[in-house]
Protein backbone atom coordinates (compact mmCIF):
# COMPACT_ATOMS: atom_id res chain seq x y z
CA UNK A 1 0.00 0.00 0.00
CA UNK A 2 1.14 3.91 -0.71
CA UNK A 3 -0.77 6.44 1.00
CA UNK A 4 -0.51 10.19 -0.45
CA UNK A 5 -1.00 13.32 1.81
CA UNK A 6 -1.23 16.59 -0.10
CA UNK A 7 -0.63 19.95 1.77
CA UNK A 8 -0.28 23.70 0.93
CA UNK A 9 -3.05 24.45 -1.22
CA UNK A 10 -5.00 27.96 -0.41
CA UNK A 11 -6.14 31.25 -1.32
CA UNK A 12 -3.87 33.32 -3.65
CA UNK A 13 -4.58 36.47 -5.54
CA UNK A 14 -3.99 36.73 -9.76
CA UNK A 15 0.00 36.24 -10.10
CA UNK A 16 0.76 34.99 -6.89
CA UNK A 17 2.46 31.68 -6.77
CA UNK A 18 1.76 27.95 -4.42
CA UNK A 19 3.75 25.08 -3.78
CA UNK A 20 2.23 21.95 -3.64
CA UNK A 21 3.53 19.07 -1.47
CA UNK A 22 2.97 15.08 -2.28
CA UNK A 23 4.43 13.23 0.95
CA UNK A 24 4.23 9.87 0.12
CA UNK A 25 4.53 6.73 3.08
CA UNK A 26 4.42 2.94 2.33
CA UNK A 27 6.30 0.63 -0.34
CA UNK A 28 6.08 -0.27 -4.02
CA UNK A 29 8.50 -2.31 -6.15
CA UNK A 30 8.57 0.49 -8.26
CA UNK A 31 7.07 4.04 -9.38
CA UNK A 32 5.97 4.18 -13.11
CA UNK A 33 5.01 7.64 -13.14
CA UNK A 34 4.04 10.38 -10.61
CA UNK A 35 1.89 13.55 -10.81
CA UNK A 36 -0.78 16.49 -10.58
CA UNK A 37 -4.13 16.20 -11.65
CA UNK A 38 -6.91 18.73 -10.81
CA UNK A 39 -10.48 18.86 -10.68
CA UNK A 40 -12.70 22.59 -11.33
CA UNK A 41 -16.24 22.44 -9.98
CA UNK A 42 -18.24 20.93 -13.04
CA UNK A 43 -15.24 19.66 -14.39
CA UNK A 44 -13.50 16.36 -15.58
CA UNK A 45 -10.46 15.97 -13.85
CA UNK A 46 -7.71 17.12 -15.79
CA UNK A 47 -3.89 16.28 -16.05
CA UNK A 48 -1.55 19.09 -14.98
CA UNK A 49 1.90 17.33 -14.74
CA UNK A 50 3.47 14.35 -14.71
CA UNK A 51 7.13 13.08 -14.15
CA UNK A 52 8.06 9.71 -14.94
CA UNK A 53 10.63 7.06 -13.23
CA UNK A 54 13.44 8.82 -15.75
CA UNK A 55 12.45 11.96 -14.45
CA UNK A 56 11.03 13.38 -17.81
CA UNK A 57 8.23 15.72 -17.63
CA UNK A 58 5.12 16.56 -19.15
CA UNK A 59 2.88 19.84 -18.51
CA UNK A 60 -0.47 20.63 -19.62
CA UNK A 61 -0.30 23.16 -22.22
CA UNK A 62 -2.11 25.39 -20.11
CA UNK A 63 0.55 25.59 -17.61
CA UNK A 64 3.48 25.02 -19.78
CA UNK A 65 6.03 27.71 -18.22
CA UNK A 66 4.36 28.53 -15.10
CA UNK A 67 3.82 25.20 -13.17
CA UNK A 68 7.18 23.37 -12.12
CA UNK A 69 6.82 19.48 -10.96
CA UNK A 70 9.59 17.87 -9.00
CA UNK A 71 10.72 15.30 -6.60
CA UNK A 72 12.81 14.62 -3.68
CA UNK A 73 13.70 10.94 -3.43
CA UNK A 74 15.16 11.06 0.04
CA UNK A 75 12.23 12.58 1.48
CA UNK A 76 9.57 10.34 -0.39
CA UNK A 77 7.88 14.05 -1.92
CA UNK A 78 6.64 14.98 -4.98
CA UNK A 79 5.72 18.95 -5.46
CA UNK A 80 4.20 21.36 -7.18
CA UNK A 81 5.66 24.79 -7.86
CA UNK A 82 2.47 27.17 -9.42
CA UNK A 83 3.87 30.97 -10.37
CA UNK A 84 1.68 33.58 -12.24
CA UNK A 85 -0.81 31.72 -10.89
CA UNK A 86 -4.69 32.88 -13.06
CA UNK A 87 -8.17 32.85 -11.86
CA UNK A 88 -8.97 29.23 -14.09
CA UNK A 89 -5.84 27.76 -12.00
CA UNK A 90 -8.86 27.49 -9.40
CA UNK A 91 -9.75 23.85 -8.27
CA UNK A 92 -8.73 20.95 -6.35
CA UNK A 93 -5.40 18.84 -6.72
CA UNK A 94 -5.01 15.50 -6.32
CA UNK A 95 -1.50 13.90 -6.60
CA UNK A 96 -1.22 10.37 -7.58
CA UNK A 97 1.70 7.40 -8.17
CA UNK A 98 1.04 4.49 -10.55
CA UNK A 99 3.06 2.07 -8.57
CA UNK A 100 4.27 -1.46 -9.69
CA UNK A 101 3.52 -3.61 -6.80
CA UNK A 102 4.88 -7.03 -5.76
CA UNK A 103 1.70 -8.40 -7.41
CA UNK A 104 -0.27 -6.02 -9.65
CA UNK A 105 0.27 -2.47 -10.68
CA UNK A 106 -1.86 0.39 -8.88
CA UNK A 107 -2.25 3.86 -8.96
CA UNK A 108 -2.90 5.38 -5.65
CA UNK A 109 -4.46 9.06 -4.99
CA UNK A 110 -4.11 12.19 -2.34
CA UNK A 111 -6.60 13.09 -0.95
CA UNK A 112 -7.03 16.43 -2.82
CA UNK A 113 -6.06 20.08 -1.76
CA UNK A 114 -7.96 23.13 -2.39
CA UNK A 115 -6.31 25.71 -4.76
CA UNK A 116 -8.23 29.10 -4.94
CA UNK A 117 -7.01 32.28 -6.99
CA UNK A 118 -8.89 35.20 -6.76
CA UNK A 119 -8.98 37.90 -9.59
Known amino acids: QVQLVESGGGLVQAGGSLRLSCAASGSAVSIISMGWYRQAPGNQRELVAI???????NYADSVKGRFTISRDNAKNTMYLQMNSLKPEDTAVYYCYQDCLMVADRRTYWGQGTQVTVSS
Open 51 to 57: INSGGNT
